[in-house]
């Protein structure tokens, strides 16, 4: 396919960039950090911490886990951490000391743990006290060897995190009694950190980063083997998009995404820590009337989300009390962004929408919209620099422009392949194109439109069914507050589409939605059954679980 998306390109987006800029994320790390060195790098509980603290409190962990622990390079070590300050301190101290990060669900079950932790040969990891609960459950089923434990409070100072630990472990009573054989503090581990001397460890750029984890929601979950390069490619390509509006060293991003989910960790974390911004870290997101307060008082210049947190604060009443006025950038990704709730978005924030598409296996952004962008558009917008792409037909042949068929990516920053899946990694990954498993069309300027995962496809007495078209429809009606379409069995037809809904308006009836969507959709796209929820299962970052519905639905 001709590269017809350059002709796109705003004023002074480069066709590629440099890869090769730096040999590690440690090296690109030391040389910002030196850059802004008194700048705020991450804030959290009302607690700032500079470039240079984490510079030396990383260090202060890798020496630790080298001289300490022992750890050797490519060993992997996992977080398990909402958003706090020890996650960028302790993500960056394992890369410093040469080791491959594995993120965590921190709402992991046992079970889920045994397999990840197994999986991905984890020998050490770093958990909140709050969620060692499952961990002390599937610790003895696992291959760690060393526990490291912080506190909520261990960041914030010797009066506030006190404080906070006791109302967390006193008052609330969520940290649960536990008892693990040589486990160590993370305050301990800063301490005696900085009396130890760190050795350089040599990194190529080929080296693996992180094991970041798909979601898991099409089977087991598998590993994708991360490199430095790939890492460091998809931070330079998102950079090379945003950077023009943004001034270095004064930018607020909101870091309401958690860390430990790839589309955070690129975008809030490493690519904006490229120019010196402060990273607001939102430990709980779902508590959206603080989040609305640390909105109204920090106002941020840069709002990084996905649809359903755009949705959830515009449910909010106080939400439209916030000053806008300083946010130059708004970024969706994460799943599919909702006209409705695009369009709401605009008109109380006046702020454009810039909603960009990835995948954990592309570290994860493959494409853009333009930041110039005045309305919202329906599109998942441009290939980033860099970045190949082709639409090819379930025989693998490309099709031309405008035809829908499979999106396949090419780039530095797709995976190395699935972490011991040598089998999985040869379905997706074919003469280094990516098989995305995501239907879509591209426009004869170079825009992609995202119609539908190719496995969650409805197929309706042979008709395609794309659930994110039915629940376009369904999510504008001014009486739905959320919706998910999955399908299910039908013996006349196949397949029919059930749609899950939660009301905005109690008074919304069956019948009222159905004539709704009789007036906007196809026949066989019309929900033949609708089921009224007060809420829809989600990830921790917020994404609706249709496999979860899918399942109930089936009753499995």
């Given at each position: 396919m001709e590269k017809i998306w350059l002709k796109s390109y705003p004023p002074g987006i480069p066709e590629t960039v440099n890869v090769d800029a730096y040999h590690s994320l440690v090296e690109a790390f030391e040389t910002y950090s030196e850059l802004f060195a008194e700048k705020t790098a991450f804030s959290n509980f009302g607690v700032r911490i500079t470039y240079r603290q984490i510079s030396e409190h990383s260090r202060s962990f890798a020496a630790f886990l080298q001289q300490q622990l022992r750890m050797e390079k490519s060993e992997r070590f996992a977080i398990l951490l909402p958003n706090l300050l020890q996650f960028p301190v302790a993500m960056l101290g394992a890369l410093r000391a040469g080791?491959?990060?594995?993120?965590?669900?921190?709402?992991?079950?046992?079970?889920?743990?045994?397999?990840?932790?197994?999986?991905?040969?984890?020998?050490?990891?770093?958990?909140l006290d709050k969620l060692i609960g499952e961990l002390t459950k599937a610790l003895p089923q696992t291959s760690l060897r060393h526990v490291i434990v912080t506190t909520l409070g261990d960041c914030l100072g010797w009066m506030k995190g006190p404080i906070i630990n006791f109302i967390v472990k006193h008052i609330r009573k969520e940290v649960p009694q536990w008892h693990i054989t040589n486990a160590i503090s993370f305050k301990t581990v800063l301490k005696q950190g900085r009396s130890l001397s760190l050795e350089t460890v040599r990194l190529q750029n080929t080296d693996p980063a992180f094991l970041q984890y798909t979601g898991g929601t099409t089977g087991v979950s598998k590993g994708a083997i991360l490199t430095h390069r790939n890492m460091i490619a998809n931070i330079?390509?998102?950079?090379?998009?945003?950077?023009?509006?943004?001034?270095?060293?004064?930018?607020?991003?909101?870091?309401?995404?958690?860390?430990?989910?790839?589309?955070?960790?690129?975008?809030?974390?490493?690519?904006?820590?490229?120019?010196?911004?402060?990273?607001?870290?939102?430990?709980?997101?779902?508590?959206?009337?603080?989040?609305?307060?640390?909105?109204?008082?920090?106002?941020?210049?840069?709002?990084?989300?996905?649809?359903?947190?755009?949705?959830?604060?515009?449910?909010?009443?106080?939400?439209?009390?916030?000053?806008?006025?300083?946010?130059?950038?708004?970024?969706?990704?994460?799943?599919?962004?909702?006209?409705?709730?695009?369009?709401?978005?605009?008109?109380?924030?006046?702020?454009?929408?810039?909603?960009?598409?990835?995948?954990?296996?592309a570290s994860p952004v493959v494409s853009a919209n333009p930041l110039s962008l005045t309305d919202y558009n329906g599109s998942i917008g441009l290939p980033l620099p860099?970045?190949?792409?082709?639409?090819?037909?379930?025989?693998?042949?490309?099709?031309?422009?405008?035809?829908?068929?499979?999106?396949?990516?090419?780039?530095?920053?797709?995976?190395?392949?699935?972490?011991?899946?040598?089998g999985e990694t040869t379905e997706v990954l074919c003469d280094e194109w990516l098989k995305t498993g995501d239907i879509?069309?591209?426009?004869?300027?170079?825009?992609?439109?995202?119609?539908?995962?190719k496995k969650d496809m409805i197929i309706v007495s042979g008709f395609n069914v794309y659930p994110n078209e039915?629940?376009?429809i369904i999510a504008s009606h001014p009486g739905v507050k959320e919706v998910a379409v999955v399908g299910v069995p039908s013996e006349k037809s196949g397949e029919k589409v059930k749609a899950f809904v939660v009301k905005k308006d109690k008074t919304l009836t069956e019948s009222a939605l159905l004539a709704y969507c009789r007036q906007q959709l196809t026949g066989y796209k019309i929900p033949k059954e609708i089921e009224f929820r007060n809420t829809l299962p989600k990830s921790n970052v917020g994404k609706v679980l249709r496999r979860q519905l899918r399942d109930a639905a089936h009753g499995i």
């Open positions: 080791l491959v990060v594995v993120n965590v669900n921190p709402l992991y079950t046992a079970r889920e743990l045994i397999h990840q932790l197994n999986d991905s040969g984890a020998t050490g990891i770093l958990v330079l390509q998102c950079l090379a998009w945003f950077r023009t509006t943004l001034q270095p060293g004064q930018e607020i991003v909101l870091g309401a995404l958690p860390l430990y989910h790839i589309f955070s960790l690129t975008v809030c974390c490493f690519c904006f820590m490229t120019i010196g911004s402060h990273c607001l870290l939102i430990t709980d997101p779902r508590d959206t009337p603080r989040l609305i307060r640390t909105l109204q008082r920090m106002c941020p210049t840069i709002f990084v989300g996905l649809n359903t947190l755009f949705n959830g604060l515009l449910q909010q009443p106080a939400f439209a009390t916030v000053n806008f006025s300083k946010i130059k950038l708004v970024i969706a990704g994460g799943m599919a962004m909702k006209k409705a709730v695009a369009e709401r978005w605009q008109a109380v924030t006046h702020t454009t929408v810039i909603e960009g598409y990835g995948l954990t296996e860099g970045t190949e792409v082709v639409i090819r037909d379930d025989e693998g042949r490309d099709l031309a422009v405008g035809k829908t068929g499979e999106l396949c990516v090419k780039g530095p920053q797709v995976m190395l392949g699935y972490w011991n899946h040598p879509v069309k591209m426009d004869d300027r170079g825009f992609l439109y995202l119609l539908d995962r039915v629940e376009e």
